[in-house]
């Protein structure tokens, strides 16, 4: 429950795109945002959905290169 959530491209940009964060750099401050916005959700473990935006955005990439 206190740990951030990664944030890498594929999550900024799906996170971005729900509007969990409107930092434009995978940094802290969007991490701290995305955790926050995230524990509204699951208070015990705000990071559970860190492979559901990761995977997304990888979808979206590899749907753009196939």
Known sequence: SRLLI???THVL???R????TTEKQPNA????AI???LRR???EDP???DFA???AGIEELRGKLT
């Not at 795109?17 to 969990?20: E, F, K, P, T």
């Open 6 to 8: 990664p944030v890498d």
């Open 13 to 15: 940009k799906q996170s």
């Open 17 to 20: 795109r729900l509007r969990l």
């Open 29 to 32: 401050k969007a991490a701290l």
């Open 35 to 37: 955790t926050t916005k």
């Open 41 to 43: 959700l699951h208070p």
């Open 47 to 49: 990071i559970r959905y």
């Open 53 to 55: 935006l990761v995977r």
